[in-house]
C-alpha cells in the first residue's frame, strides 16, 4: 500500500495497531520533553529569551531581502561561491551541477531538512550519483529506504533491533546485535571509510550571519565538519528564512536550539564556517522554494521562523501517537502541519486537522511561532478553498443550522434528542468513530434548559 | 534570474520593519564560581575536566593519561615533551591521529563549550578526525553564558570556528546516549590559574 | 446588583444538565443575580473549530442577542469561553460582541479572578483526579502551563483546596491533552481514543475515584473510555464538587 496516498488519520490508525509500539514511541518522546522541561527550567531568564529570540526573527524575517543582499556580498568577499534556487528543481539542478564540474559521482551528506524537502537524495541518484547520509539517525533510514520521521531524531520511531537487522544486512554486524554502542561503532567504521574517501560533501546549515557571511553548523557526532573538511568541494544548502542579523545573536539562539531539541545544554559542535579552507571550494545554495509565498501570508509568515529543533513534536500528543511518517511530508509534527500546506493544500489537506489545538506546541517553541493558532487559521483557509472532504461539509451545515436557531434546536433537542445525531461526537450508532472505543453519556430525564424552566421561572 | 525573482518577492510580501530587541544583559559571575559551573556541566556531558594550579602540571598528565596511544599531535608549543603539530595540507593525513591537543581562549559555563578557531586548531580536520580531544583553557578565559562569549568574539576574523563541547555522540539509536559517533571519543580538558 | 448571564455549552444542556445545574446554584449561593437566557444555543465553536468558522454567524448573531445586556457572563466550559473570547464577531453588532469577549468568564476563573472565593462551603470526602483541559488552561490561564518557565499557580487547585475531604491525587503527566479536541474526536479516532486511553490511566493508577475539570466535553471523552472499560471511577465537572456537600 503506498502511504502517500493515505490521509494522517489512516496512517495513525495503521500506527495505533500496535498499541505497546504507540506506548514506547509516546514515552521515547516524552522523555525528551522532559528532559526539556529541565533544561529550561535551569534557565531562570527562559521566557525573555525566547522573547528575544521571536523579536529578532522578526526582524530578520521584515528585512529578509536586505540581509539577504548583505550576506551574499559579505559571503563573496569570504570566498563562498553563493547559488540561488527558486524551487526544489533548481536546487537540486544547481548541486547536481557543482558535482558533475568536478566530475563527482559520489558525495557525503550531513542532515538537511531542506534537501530532504527538495528530495535531492532521490534527484541524484536518478542522475546515477551516489549519497550517503553521514548523520547517523539518517544513515539508519537511508539503509531502511525510509524518510526521516523527525527532523532532529530521524529514526525514532525504530527500535534497536530493527536497526540490528539492517545493519546486519548492510554493514555486516552479526545477526542478532541490537546493542547501540556496538552498532553505533559500526556505523562509525563505515561512515569514517566515507568521509575519507569522499571529494564533495554537502551539509546544511543552522544560521547564516548577514554581518559577516559567515554560516553555522550545528550537530552533536560531527559528521558535518567529517565531511566538509576532508573533501575537496563542501556545498552547504539554506532556506533563506535561515538568516540572522548580526554574529551575537547567535548567543540567543544557540542558547534555545539544543536546549529545546534534547535538552542539551549546546549540541556538541557549533561550526561557524566563514572561508573556505586553502585549496577548498565552498558553495552556498540559497533555496526559496514557497518561502516568498509564505512570507506574504500574514496569518502563516511566523512560521518562517522555525529554527528545526523538534520542540513541537516531541511535546505534541498526537505527534508521540501517531508517529513521523503520518503526516507524509518531510517536516511532521505541529511545524508541518502548517509548512505543508503552503506548498499544496490539496494534498496536506489533512494535517492541520491533525491536532487537537492544544497549544502546548506553541509554548514550547524557542521562537515562539503561534503553531496552534495558525493550524486553526489553515482549517479556515483549507475549508474555504474547497478542499474539506463533502461528507464533512454536509455534517457542518446541518449543525449549524440547528444550533443557529434556537426553536429548531429545542425541538430537535426533545424529539429524541435531534441534536445528538448531529453533534460528531454523540451520533448513536455502531458507524461512528465515537462508539467504536468510548461509550456515549447517558441521555439525562431532562436537559438544563428544562430544568431550568420548571425550576426558576 | 532567481535571485532577483527572490528578492523582489521579499521585498513585495516582507512585513514593515520591525526593530531589533536590545541585547541580552551581561552577568557577572565570579571567577571560582565560573569554573565550578563549568565543571560540572561538562563532566554532565561526558567530558573530563583536570583543574591544575599552574600550566607545568598539565604534561605530565597527558603523557600518564595517553601512554598507550600511537600518534599525539600538540598544537601548543609549550608543551615540549609531546610531538608538535606540522602541516600537511592534505587533511585525510591526519586519520590515524589518536590525541590531539589544543588551547583555547575562551569557555563558557553554562554549557562547557570551548571556542577554537582555524589558526589554534592547526588544520581545520584535527578537532574532529582525532580518536581523543585534548584542549587546555587557562581559568580567566571563562565566561558565564553565550552572550559573553560572543561579547568576548566580537568582531573577530576567523576563517573557521566552532564550539566544542564534549565528546562527539549520538542518541540515535533508541535514544541511548553513545559518546564517539563520528568525532573524538573522549575529551579532556585542563583548566589552569 | 450585577447580572450573571449563564451561559451553558450545548453539549452540558443535553447531556450533564447537573453540571449547569451546579454552576447556577453555587453563583446563586455568592448572591449573584444569574439568569439563563433561554434563547442560546451554541458558541459555535464545533464548526469554527473544524474550519467552518465562516458559516459561524447566525450562532455569534445569536449569542450577543442573548447575552449583550449581562455585567458577567459565566459558562462551565473553558474551551466554549476561550472560543467566545477569541472568535466571537458579528456583523451588525461589533461593539456588543467586542463587550461580550471581555466579560465572558469560564467559572473557575470568574470564582477566584472577579468573586474572588476564598471560604467555600463544600465536603467532597475522596480522592481526585484534577484535569488540565488546554483550552482551559492554555487559553485562559487558568494554571500555570509545564512547558514554561514561571512561577506556578492553579486556579482550579485553589478551589479544590478549600473542600472538606477532598484529596487531589497527583499526575505522572500533569497537564497532557485528553485527545477530545472537537471533531477531533471523531476524524482522528485512533490518536483520539489512544490520547484518552493514556490520560485516564494516569488517573487510575495514581488512585482517583474522581476525575474533574472545569470542561466537561474532556470528561466526557474519558467517561466514555472509563464506561467502555467497565470503571468505577466517575467524572464530575468542578461545578458539582464545589458544590457538593
Request: neutral net charge; contains cysteine; hydrophobic residues 40%.
Amino acid at each position: 500500500m503506498n502511504s502517500e496516498t493515505k490521509t494522517h488519520p489512516e496512517l495513525s490508525d495503521l500506527f495505533n495497531k500496535d498499541e505497546q509500539r504507540v506506548d514506547w514511541h509516546d514515552q521515547t518522546l516524552w522523555w525528551i520533553r522532559q528532559k526539556r522541561d529541565k533544561s529550561a527550567h535551569s534557565i531562570p531568564e527562559w521566557e525573555i529569551l525566547r522573547e528575544k529570540a521571536s523579536e529578532i526573527k522578526n526582524n530578520a524575517l521584515s528585512n529578509l531581502a536586505d540581509y539577504l543582499v548583505s550576506f551574499e556580498q559579505k559571503a563573496l568577499a569570504n570566498g563562498i561561491i553563493v547559488h540561488w534556487a527558486a524551487d526544489a528543481q533548481e536546487h537540486n539542478e544547481i548541486v547536481h551541477g557543482i558535482l558533475q564540474k568536478h566530475g563527482i559521482r559520489k558525495m557525503v551528506k550531513s542532515k538537511s531538512m531542506l534537501t530532504e524537502e527538495c528530495h535531492l537524495n532521490e534527484y541524484l541518484e536518478k542522475q546515477g550519483l551516489e549519497v550517503i547520509d553521514s548523520d547517523l539517525g539518517e544513515r539508519i533510514v537511508q539503509l531502511a529506504k525510509e524518510p526521516p520521521s523527525h527532523i532532529v531524531l530521524p529514526c525514532i520511531h525504530k527500535k534497536k533491533e530493527e536497526i540490528g537487522d539492517l545493519f546486519h544486512e548492510h554493514l555486516g554486524v552479526p545477526a542478532g546485535t541490537s546493542d547501540p554502542q556496538i552498532l553505533t561503532e559500526a556505523a562509525r567504521q563505515h561512515l569514517r571509510e566515507t568521509f575519507l574517501t569522499r571529494k564533495a560533501a554537502l551539509t546544511g546549515v543552522n544560521f547564516a550571519i548577514a554581518e559577516t557571511g559567515e554560516f553555522v553548523v550545528c550537530t552533536n557526532e560531527g559528521n558535518a565538519d567529517m565531511g566538509a573538511h576532508l573533501a575537496d568541494v563542501h556545498i552547504a544548502c539554506m532556506g533563506i528564512e535561515k538568516i540572522i542579523p548580526k554574529r551575537k545573536h547567535l548567543g540567543v539562539f544557540l542558547r534555545l536550539l539544543a536546549r529545546s531539541a534534547t535538552g542539551q545544554p549546546i549540541t556538541t559542535y557549533s561550526s561557524h564556517f566563514k572561508k573556505p579552507r586553502a585549496g577548498q571550494e565552498m558553495h552556498l545554495v540559497l533555496v526559496d522554494n514557497g518561502r516568498t509565498i509564505q512570507m506574504g501570508r500574514e496569518d502563516f509568515r511566523a512560521s518562517l521562523k522555525c529554527i528545526r529543533c523538534g520542540a513541537c513534536m516531541n511535546t505534541c500528543p498526537v505527534y508521540r501517537r501517531s508517529g513521523g511518517h503520518s503526516y507524509n511530508y518531510t517536516i511532521s509534527g505541529p511545524i508541518g502541519a502548517i509548512l505543508a500546506p503552503n506548498l499544496d493544500r490539496e494534498k496536506y489537506a489533512d494535517l492541520p486537522f491533525a491536532s487537537t489545538l492544544c497549544g502546548s506546541c506553541s509554548n514550547v517553541c524557542p521562537v515562539k511561532i503561534d503553531i496552534h493558532q495558525q493550524l486553526y487559521k489553515w482549517r479556515q483557509v483549507i475549508v474555504q478553498e474547497g478542499y474539506a472532504t463533502s461528507s464533512k461539509k454536509m455534517s457542518m451545515k446541518i449543525m449549524n443550522y440547528t444550533l443557529s436557531s434556537p426553536s429548531v434546536y429545542r425541538t430537535a433537542g426533545k424529539a429524541g434528542r435531534w441534536v445528538l445525531k448531529y453533534i460528531p461526537f454523540a451520533v448513536n450508532n455502531h458507524f461512528n468513530p465515537w462508539y467504536k472505543q468510548r461509550d456515549m453519556p447517558d441521555a439525562p430525564k431532562e436537559s438544563f434548559g428544562e430544568w431550568y424552566k420548571k425550576n426558576v421561572k | 534570474m532567481s535571485r532577483d525573482k527572490i528578492l523582489a518577492a521579499l521585498r513585495q510580501n516582507q512585513p514593515e520593519s520591525v526593530p531589533l530587541p536590545s541585547s541580552m544583559p551581561l552577568v557577572r559571575v565570579e571567577i571560582l564560581e565560573l569554573q565550578a559551573k563549568f565543571k560540572t556541566v561538562a563532566e554532565g556531558i561526558g567530558s573530563t575536566v583536570h583543574l591544575v594550579d599552574e600550566f607545568a602540571a598539565i604534561q605530565p598528565l597527558i603523557l600518564a593519561r595517553f601512554a598507550e596511544e600511537k600518534r599525539i599531535l600538540s598544537t601548543i608549543g609549550e608543551l615540549t615533551a609531546l610531538p608538535a603539530f606540522e602541516l600537511n595540507s592534505d587533511p585525510h593525513t591526519y586519520a590515524n591521529v589518536d590525541v590531539a591537543i589544543f588551547k583555547s581562549g575562551l569557555g563558557v559555563a553554562e554549557n562547557s563549550a570551548l571556542w577554537l578557531t582555524e589558526d589554534q586548531m592547526g588544520i581545520r580536520v584535527l578537532p574532529f578526525i582525532t580518536q581523543h580531544i585534548v584542549i587546555l583553557i587557562p581559568l580567566s578565559a571563562l565566561v558565564p553564558d553565550m552572550h559573553a562569549a560572543y561579547q568576548k568574539i566580537g568582531e573577530a576574523e576567523y576563517d573557521f570556528g566552532t564550539f566544542i563541547a564534549g565528546p562527539s555522540k549520538t542518541a540515535d539509536i533508541e535514544q541511548s546516549l553513545v559518546l564517539g559517533a563520528h568525532g573524538p571519543r573522549s575529551m579532556t580538558i585542563f583548566i589552569y590559574a | 446588583m450585577k447580572r450573571v448571564g449563564l451561559f451553558i455549552p450545548c453539549y452540558v444542556d443535553q447531556f450533564y444538565p447537573n453540571a449547569g445545574i451546579a454552576t447556577y446554584q453555587l453563583l446563586k449561593k455568592l448572591g449573584l443575580d444569574v439568569t439563563y437566557p433561554t434563547g442560546q444555543t451554541c458558541c459555535g465553536q464545533p464548526m469554527a473549530n473544524s474550519g467552518f468558522e465562516h458559516l459561524t454567524q447566525d450562532c455569534n448573531q445569536l449569542f450577543v442577542d442573548n447575552f449583550a445586556e449581562f455585567d458577567y457572563i459565566v459558562s462551565p466550559s473553558g474551551s466554549c469561553v476561550l472560543h467566545v473570547k477569541e472568535h466571537l464577531h458579528t456583523a451588525q453588532s461589533e461593539n456588543q460582541a467586542a463587550e461580550i469577549r471581555t466579560k465572558v468568564y469560564e467559572l473557575v476563573e470568574f470564582l477566584v479572578d472577579v468573586m474572588k472565593v476564598k471560604n467555600l462551603k463544600a465536603k467532597f470526602p475522596h480522592k481526585v483526579g484534577l484535569h488540565q483541559s488546554c483550552h482551559g488552561q492554555r487559553g485562559l490561564l487558568l494554571t500555570q502551563m509545564s512547558e514554561l518557565v514561571a512561577p506556578y499557580f492553579s486556579k482550579p487547585q485553589q478551589l479544590l483546596s478549600q473542600v472538606e475531604g477532598l484529596e487531589l491525587i497527583e499526575l505522572k503527566r500533569e497537564d497532557e491533552c485528553c485527545g477530545f479536541g472537537g471533531t477531533f474526536c471523531v476524524v482522528e479516532e485512533a490518536v483520539s481514543v489512544k490520547m484518552g486511553k493514556d490520560r485516564v490511566k494516569d488517573h487510575l493508577s495514581n488512585g482517583a475515584e474522581y476525575i474533574t475539570g472545569a470542561d466537561m466535553s474532556c470528561l466526557m471523552h474519558m467517561e466514555g473510555i472509563l464506561k467502555r472499560g467497565n470503571s468505577k471511577v466517575k467524572v464530575l465537572h468542578i461545578a458539582e464538587i464545589l458544590n457538593a456537600g
